[in-house]
């Protein structure tokens, strides 16, 4: 079987799961087909281009980390094979982001090197950008035997890292509504958070009333963090801005949404839980 043949299982059969994963990678690029025509004719086309590549690689990069708190929620433990995919996703349309990039600056090397040796911003692009290369090459199956399981496990480890300093580019290169970047890094402390909880309660899966608990606290920690954030870069006072919170007529706060991603996997882990029974809990294992 052709390793290209992504839409099927190792054991060669055709995966409906791996078909969605699949879809689901392509769709950005359906959506900037349907939307050639206005990206054609606005102001920088490429840039425009630029931007919506590295908005879907920190998307599939939150994605590939989501699957391993969801298999445990949904107790569909066969989502682990379409990780890798995802992840290995995540690194095209990064690796798209700074095609396009070069392209902007007319193919001048000198610049380029330039520009990700001297901004702060893309130095930490970079960084994310390597960081994704290096987990992309080492990501078959005959690297996984090549460095050994538990050194290729603490070498993807450092997804995390990568998605944090991914995460600090895409804030500095927002220059006007930072909301969703907030969302985003809300998202984020999430999957963190959720990982942290279950290494320390030593617990393979978590309850509905933890899943619950961490929803509430990584909300309210997303309304402080944009608080403060707002308060240093207007020097105002982030109570201030706490005033703001429930006045939806300027718009739902990214806290807002973050709380109601938290509920709505709540409420998918209580459905759950009552249909098949929670599964007995074990050890976790390295973090994933």
């Known amino acids: 079987m052709s390793a290209w043949q992504l839409w099927r299982d190792r054991r060669g ?40 590549a590295g908005f879907w690689a920190l998307i599939f990069l939150g994605l ?21 995919m995802i992840g290995v996703g995540s690194f095209c349309y990064i690796a798209a982001h700074l095609a396009l990039y070069v392209a902007d600056q007319k193919y001048d090397f000198a610049k380029v090197v330039s520009e990700l040796t001297h901004r702060l911003y893309l130095i930490i692009g970079g960084v994310a950008w390597l960081g994704l290369a290096v987990l992309a090459a080492t990501s078959t199956d005959g690297m996984v035997r090549r460095l050994g399981g538990k050194r290729w496990r603490r070498l993807h480890q450092t997804i995390y890292a990568i ?17 969703v970047p907030i969302f985003a890094a809300g998202l984020l402390t999430w999957l963190m958070a959720y990982r942290l909880l279950a290494w320390w309660r030593d617990a393979n899966e978590l309850s509905t009333l933890h899943l619950l608990g961490l929803s509430v606290l990584v909300s309210l920690l997303t309304f402080a963090g944009e608080a403060i954030g707002i308060g240093i870069t207007f020097g105002v006072s982030p109570l ?7 006045d939806f007529d300027a ?22 839980s009552r249909w098949n029974g929670r599964a007995p809990r074990g050890r976790t294992v390295a973090a994933e």
């Not at 590939?64 to 890798?84: H, K």
């Not at 580019?169 to 006007?176: D, E, N, V």
């Not at 201030?240 to 429930?246: E, Q, T």
């Open 251 to 272: 718009g739902i706060r990214p806290g807002w949404q973050v709380l109601a991603a938290g509920l709505a996997v709540v409420l998918l882990d209580f459905i759950r």
């Open 240 to 246: 201030r801005v706490l005033d703001s919170v429930f």
């Open 13 to 52: 059969r055709l995966s409906a799961l791996r078909v969605l994963a699949l879809a689901l990678l392509l769709f950005p690029l359906a959506k900037a087909l349907v939307e050639y025509d206005v990206i054609a004719h606005g102001a920088r086309p490429i840039n425009d281009l630029i931007h919506r």
């Open 163 to 179: 998605a944090l300093l991914a995460l600090i580019h895409y804030f500095q290169q927002t220059k006007a509504d930072v909301s």
């Open 64 to 84: 590939s980390l989501a699957i391993t708190p969801f298999r445990r929620i949904v107790r569909y433990g066969n989502l682990i094979d379409v990780r890798r």
